[in-house]
C-alpha cells in the first residue's frame, strides 16, 4: 500500500498543464475534467488552465470555511465556464452525508450540471503528521446513499467507482 501512495505522489508531481497536454494528444483524448478540491486547489486554478487550453475542463469544488458565499461563487464559477462541482469527502474532512454537503448540492443542483464525488475508502498520506489531513472513512459508500436519494434530478458522478467499494456502488 505504501508503494501505491508513493506512486500516486509520484504522478502527481508530474501532473502539469504541459503533461496532460501531451498525453491527451498521445491517446487522443479530446478533453479532461480538471477538478478543485478547495481550498488546495481552487476553480481559479483551473481556469487558468482552461484559459490556456479549452479541451481542459474545469469544475468547481467546495470551500467549507466560506459557505456563506456558496451561491455567489457558483454563480460566478458556472458563469466563467465551470463544467460541473468535485467534492471530496476525504480530503476536504467533510462527510458526503454532511448538512454541509447537501446544502452545496442544493446550491449547485439548479445549474444541472455533473457532481462529481470521490468514493472509496483509501489514504492519500505516508507521513504520520500529514494524517491529520484525511478521514478515510468519509470515502465510504454509504455516505453516498442519502445524498444521491435526496437529490434525484442531480447527475451523480461516482468517482473510481468506489475502488473497493464497487460491489456497494452497483447496488
Not at 128 to 134: F, G, L, T, V, Y
Amino acid at each position: 500500500e505504501k508503494w501505491a501512495m508513493q506512486t500516486g505522489m509520484a504522478r502527481s508531481h508530474a501532473a502539469t498543464r504541459a503533461n496532460l497536454r501531451v498525453e491527451m494528444d498521445k491517446y487522443g483524448v479530446d478533453f479532461a475534467a480538471l477538478m478543485a478540491v478547495p481550498p488546495a486547489v481552487t476553480f481559479a486554478d483551473l481556469q487558468t488552465a482552461h484559459q490556456k487550453d479549452q479541451r481542459m475542463l474545469p469544475f468547481t469544488g467546495v470551500d467549507y470555511a466560506r459557505l456563506e458565499d456558496i451561491d455567489a461563487q457558483f454563480s460566478a464559477d458556472v458563469t466563467n465556464n465551470a463544467h460541473g462541482l468535485k467534492l471530496h469527502p476525504i480530503l476536504q474532512q467533510v462527510s458526503l452525508s454532511d448538512p454541509r454537503t447537501f446544502a452545496a448540492v442544493e446550491a449547485f443542483a439548479p445549474y444541472q450540471l455533473p457532481i462529481l464525488f470521490h468514493a472509496g475508502v483509501c489514504e492519500y498520506y505516508i507521513d504520520p503528521a500529514e494524517k491529520q489531513n484525511e478521514s478515510p472513512q468519509f470515502g465510504a459508500i454509504e455516505d453516498a446513499i442519502s445524498l444521491i436519494n435526496n437529490f434525484p434530478n442531480v447527475n451523480f458522478i461516482v468517482g473510481h467507482a468506489g475502488l473497493d467499494g464497487f460491489r456497494a456502488v452497483i447496488e
